[in-house]
């Protein structure tokens, strides 16, 4: 009997201390076809982590993106970091417009981080 495939890392949204979710409201205005593909690219990442390119690449200081290419001819990114408890925490996510990561989206994402960590401390 083949084994169970298992997640090695379980993906949970970032939230506020006002409740939000900012990853999971961002969806939320996409459309049903292209959060399709970003749930597929994230459930990948969950069962096969760690991944790199083209899937994923690191940012530094903790931070990886999830590299979608959506059917609308767009391109998203979803910016995360492992825990501590090894859950991958949806920081950020945006389209991308440009060739580099907009330094304001990194800095959004690192802020949600150092949230995160100390509402887990």
Excluded: C
């Excluded at 959060?35 to 690449?57: H, T, Y």
């Excluded at 999830?66 to 391109?75: D, H």
């Excluded at 970091?81 to 690192?110: C, N, W």
């Amino acid at each position: 009997m083949p084994k169970p495939v298992m997640k090695r890392v379980q993906a949970i949204f970032f939230r506020t201390a006002q409740g939000g979710e900012p990853v999971r409201e961002w969806l939320r205005d996409l459309t049903a076809e292209d959060r399709k593909v970003i749930g597929g690219d994230l459930q990948l990442a969950e069962f096969a982590w760690p991944v790199g390119m083209p899937l994923s690449r690191p940012l530094g200081q903790g931070l990886h993106e999830i590299r979608s290419r959506l059917p609308s001819n767009r391109i998203a990114r979803v910016i995360f970091y492992i825990s501590a408890q090894q859950e991958m925490v949806l920081l950020h996510g945006f389209i991308k417009k440009t060739e580099k990561t907009p330094v304001a989206d990194l800095e959004l994402a690192r802020r949600n981080k150092r949230m995160h960590e100390g509402a887990q401390a």
